[in-house]
């Protein structure tokens, strides 16, 4: 890795974890620090271009509320959808929702 894009992955890391919204916290911070470092260029921009959208509409796509627009409907946003159901199905019963 070059230092811009080591840079460019602490920020993305940073803004992941700190939504404002708990639940995308949880969700977007472990994504990005399991799978920002392997990501490409081109998958580190579309996740900075969703890490733009509203806290709550990142998290009702994720998690089925509303319906993904089709600009956000990603690689990356399959991805995340991916990590998720994997990080609750690890989880031990009773661990949360």
Do not use: C, N
């Not at 920002?36 to 509203?54: C, N, R, W, Y």
Request: hydrophobic share 40%.
């Amino acid at each position: 890795m070059t230092i811009d894009h080591d840079a460019r992955l602490r920020r993305l890391k940073f803004r992941a974890w700190h939504r404002g919204f708990r639940e995308a916290d949880l969700i977007l911070g472990p994504f990005a620090e399991t799978h920002g470092p392997s990501l490409t260029p081109d998958q580190l921009d579309v996740l900075e271009t969703l890490l733009e959208q509203s806290d709550r509409e990142i998290y009702a796509w994720i998690v089925g509320q509303e319906p993904t627009p089709e600009a956000f409907e990603t690689e990356i946003m399959a991805m995340i959808r991916k990590f998720r159901f994997e990080a609750h199905a690890s989880r031990p019963p009773g661990d949360g929702a």
